[in-house]
């Protein structure tokens, strides 16, 4: 006589577990149990199982034996729409029934729940030889916790092509991947504790923003992985140090780009092996350039010399150049790949290097000592100078014997064209190469020493090697905010156009420094182009766009046709019924800012930066507004993400989502980002919401 019902039927269903305390126990020790899996992975996964049996998934089950007693369970989870995960399956060894004679009934009341394929990682060898028996197949194996699995799969109904699954499985998996990174560099922020930790945080977005673009023109895959997992490990990295080289930390992440590709490992680590390699290949340049002989060697060009005529400025043209500027400067990476010759070739940079004046040997009638003193890497399209570095990649000192003829030579420098006839007039110089040069806030370090900021005359011809800091809040004086304003940001203004308390905005303020107050975005004049929540680093941005008027159809025909790409899972948004677009035409306004302009010092949730933006008389964004700004944003930087504020959109696999827009190196992106209500959201991240129009 059958003593126990199925687990799987129509009847005994049950659509949500919520286990008692005596029951999570006993999961517990199930889990603790099994013998056949590894005690790492049990450790890792015993909370776990229990959130996931209480996650409302259809295939849940607790299994009991002939006294009501738990005996086992099986945990699943949704990753793609219509497929389950079988995440965890465990049971004691006396269950009291015949599980092996039920799987065939699980089999059907999944395909009767609608699930086309059911698949798991097999981390139980006995139980991965039974489940093969009942049609499941080995894929592939992956690496997981520090250890291979097998991932099996079974199909249930065929809907869709073996490489459309593999596709979505893989991106399901990597966006999961992803959240548990973010939760992680979350996790390390939080290390620091309240007092430091907004330092701590805006250190570490400062040199992220200044590895990205280099990192992202690179040629290297640098996409959503590889740069949360390097905030994570900058965040590691000042757990324990207090700055770090950003140049040497650039050359070290493209000499091993994989490094990125995963959380393990430490960026001291990193940094270590690079300067090992680097010193190497130096040595093994020397080898081989004693053992070529010194031969014919092309001249560099020489740009200019110091006035006191015993430097000049050259321009290195080739690959021997930049090796022999290796030999000669100790360890520096210019010459010890070809990195940078492809980014001279690419257009990007220019590599410069003030040298000695060679002089006339008197016995041997050669010109003699034609050695580099300093090397300098000048960005092309910033207009920067990237580095400048000594022997030994030491940087600049104020006691240098040659300080004055650097700056002269950094002078004359803006007066010289490239090769496109554009004038080498850098608007700055990486601070991180400037930092044996301490400038005091509100100072300017000229060619003739440290001034006030109020004594410089901005339009006189003295070079400006570096500034001090100079914010501007609302105990500056408006005067000293004009000049300041017009010193870093080249902005034009009078004192009586600038405002700090939305009191203070008329219609002829130009400039607005100060918190986003409830309703602020009503009281702003249209025409307003300055806006700060910070000067000068935090500017939010204003533009229009034109949304309506389109159907789905035609947005996604007109995005194919600009060679727009479109994610599968964006294309599945589009599809949900909630995607709608207007009837008419009309123009929104657009307001561009991060979850650290609305006034969170840390992470956000979804909710609460919905909640916030709406206080200050915003308002979420139709749907259609992510595609309509896909189209019109089309000079949008190479890896800049902005996230559209919406309503969320189920995705292909039920999880909501909102659109966002992205370029990387294949192109213009419209994807999506998953966004349930109390996902954390990182101070930096960027987001679009609508202007919400004035009642009168």
């Known amino acids: ?53 209480e996650n409302g998934h259809p295939l849940n089950k607790l299994i009991t034996d002939q006294d009501g007693e738990i005996s086992g369970y099986i945990a699943c989870e949704d990753f793609i729409f219509h497929e389950a995960y079988i995440k965890y399956f465990g049971t004691t060894k006396s269950t009291g029934r015949s599980l092996l004679s039920e799987i065939p009934a699980f089999l059907e009341y999944a395909k009767s729940e609608g699930y086309t394929t059911l698949n798991f990682h097999g981390w139980n060898a006995r139980l991965n030889r039974i489940l093969e ?45 992803i959240t548990q990174i973010n939760k992680e560099y979350q996790k390390t922020l939080g290390s620091f504790g309240d007092e430091i930790r907004p ?57 091993t780009p994989k490094f990125i590709n995963i959380d393990k490992g430490g960026l001291s680590r990193l940094l270590e092996i690079h300067i090992q390699k680097t010193m190497q290949k130096v040595a093994e340049l020397r ?14 060009e020489a740009l200019f010399q110091t006035p006191s005529g015993d430097y000049y400025m050259a321009r290195l043209l080739n690959m021997p150049h930049l090796e022999d500027e290796s030999l000669n400067m100790g360890t520096s990476c210019v010459g010890t790949s070809d990195h940078y010759f492809k980014e001279i070739v690419n257009g990007n940079i220019e590599i410069l290097s003030l040298r000695h004046v060679p002089k006339i040997n008197p016995k041997t009638q050669k010109l003699e000592g034609d050695r580099p003193v300093i090397t300098i890497e000048y960005d092309l399209k910033s207009k920067t100078i990237r580095q400048m570095k000594k022997y030994d990649d030491e940087y600049l000192m104020p006691d240098d014997s ?99 308390t939305a009191d203070e905005i008329t219609e002829n303020t130009k400039a607005y420094v100060g918190q986003l107050e409830p ?16 000067f000068p680093e935090k500017k939010i941005r204003r533009e229009s766009v034109e949304i309506g008027g ?36 009309e123009e929104a306004t657009l307001i561009r800012l991060t979850v650290a302009d609305l006034g969170f010092k840390t992470s956000a949730t979804t909710d609460q930066i919905y909640e916030r933006a709406q206080t200050l008389g915003l308002e979420l964004c139709p749907p259609d507004t992510g595609p309509n700004y896909r189209l019109k944003y089309k000079d949008q930087p190479l890896n800049e993400w902005i996230r559209i504020g919406m309503k969320q959109i189920a995705g292909s696999d039920g999880d909501p989502y909102v659109f966002f827009l992205e370029r990387d190196d294949g192109g213009l ?28």
């Open 1 to 53: 006589m059958e003593k126990h019902p199925p687990i799987y039927t129509p009847e005994n269903k049950e659509t949500h577990l919520s286990l008692s305390e005596t029951q999570k126990t006993a999961v517990r020790d199930i889990t603790l149990g099994i013998e056949e899996v590894d005690e790492m992975v049990k450790e890792l996964a015993v909370e776990d199982v229990i959130r996931t049996l």
């Open 133 to 177: 028996r009942f049609g499941f197949s080995r894929l592939r194996t992956d690496s997981m916790a520090g250890m291979h699995v097998n991932f099996y799969e079974k199909k249930l109904v065929e809907e869709k092509s073996s490489e459309e699954v593999e596709k979505e499985r893989i991106e399901a998996f990597e966006q999961k991947y």
């Open 199 to 255: 330092e701590k945080e805006q250190m570490i977005n400062q040199i992220f923003e200044t590895l990205r673009p280099r990192l992202e023109s690179s040629g290297m895959e640098f996409n959503e992985r590889q740069k949360i997992i390097l905030k994570l490990k900058l965040a590691r990295f000042f757990q324990k140090e207090e700055s770090i080289d950003v140049n040497v930390l650039l050359d070290a992440i493209i000499e």
């Open 287 to 300: 080898k081989e350039r004693a053992e070529i002989g010194e031969g014919d060697f092309n001249p560099y």
């Open 402 to 500: 040659y300080y004055r003829d650097v700056l002269e030579a950094l002078k004359q420098l803006r007066t010289t064209k490239t090769d496109t006839g554009e004038l080498r007039d850098f608007k700055k110089i990486n601070e991180n190469e400037l930092q044996n040069f301490a400038v005091e806030d509100y100072h300017i370090l000229t060619e003739n020493g440290e001034v006030h900021f109020k004594d410089f005359n901005p339009e006189s011809d003295v070079f400006v090697l570096k500034m001090g800091r100079m914010d501007i809040n609302s105990h500056t004086p408006k005067e000293d905010a004009v000049k300041i304003m017009y010193l870093v940001e080249r902005i034009t203004v009078l004192p009586e156009q600038i405002a700090y």
């Open 519 to 534: 309703g602020i975005f009503q009281k702003l004049p249209e025409n307003l182009e300055h806006v700060y929540t910070s």
């Open 550 to 585: 389109k159907t789905k159809e035609q947005l996604i025909a007109e995005m194919e046709a600009a060679h727009i790409n479109i994610s599968d899972y964006a294309k599945s948004m589009m599809e949900n019924p909630d995607f709608v677009t207007g009837k008419n035409k």
């Open 669 to 696: 992106w419209l994807g999506n980002r998953w966004a349930i209500p109390d996902f954390e959201w990182d101070p930096g991240n960027r987001f679009v919401f609508r202007l919400r129009k004035s009642e009168s």
